[in-house]
């Protein structure tokens, strides 16, 4: 009996295209696996890629916003160290002031060493603040001893920039005590307006963000992350189906062959 050639070849075509769509199948897995992405470009999923890169795009801007609060907490708490370093300085004037005013023998030199001591601590004391940066951005505008201690004294409005320049421990010792004690009130204001500041608007904002970012970035992974395990089963089931379909394709090759010939 002759076995028509065309009846037997047409098996090899099918087996082709079975080999082609599973090496296809184990194509796909293996660059899910080896990049760990399961949507690598448009075509996989049009609807899941659009839906992935508007999450990447909220998640950066999210990043963004996160970046500027840690900035803001940063340059918060340098200035309130320039300030808490500054507190130190209007303690120990107030010490000075204490002193000058409780000891009524003291002599001129001393009293004179009182001053220059009195007038070196608000120079220092604006120094301290006048070069606090972050980022080469400076903390503070102007003279931060013309901001504390102000108030109206015998028809006169005077603050620690007054210290030296008008008003002496010598003659002043009461009233430099008096701006020293109002010195250390506006400064805990600032300083409680700082703190408040970082705790309650920057702390809970950032934590907002890092709950909506994680929300975020688990919703991407489920769009655009491969699943490895699935994943490896499939690529499993790929190269099995692969090497049966090679089988198939070579054992009909062999059985076309002597059709070729005309043999049954």
Known sequence: MITPIATQSAAVPIGLRSLEQNQQALGKSMERLSTGNAINSAKDDPAKLMAGINLDAALRTLDAE??????????????????????????????????????????????????????????????????????????????????????????????????????????????????????????????????????????????????????????RSQIMDTDFAKETAALTRAEMLSEASRFVLAFDSQRAGPGLLGVA
């Open 66 to 219: 996160s970046r500027a609060i840690q900035r803001e907490s940063s340059v918060l708490s340098t200035k309130d160290a320039a300030l808490g370093a500054a507190g130190e300085m209007i303690a120990d004037l107030k010490g000075l002031a204490v002193q000058a005013a409780n000891t009524g023998a003291m002599s001129d030199a001393e009293r004179e060493a009182l001053d220059i001591e009195a007038a070196s601590i608000v120079r220092a004391l604006d120094l301290t603040t006048s070069s606090a940066s972050f980022a080469g951005e400076k903390l503070f505008d102007g003279s931060v001893a013309d901001d504390l201690g102000s108030g109206e004294e015998g028809g006169g409005d005077y603050s620690l920039a007054d210290i030296g320049n008008g008003l002496s421990l010598s003659s002043d010792a009461e009233l430099i005590a008096r701006i020293a004690d109002r010195a250390v009130s506006d400064l805990a204001t600032m300083r409680g307006e700082i703190g408040a500041t970082i705790a309650n608007d920057l702390s809970h904002r950032a934590n907002a963000i890092d709950t909506e970012m994680t929300n975020l970035a688990d919703a």
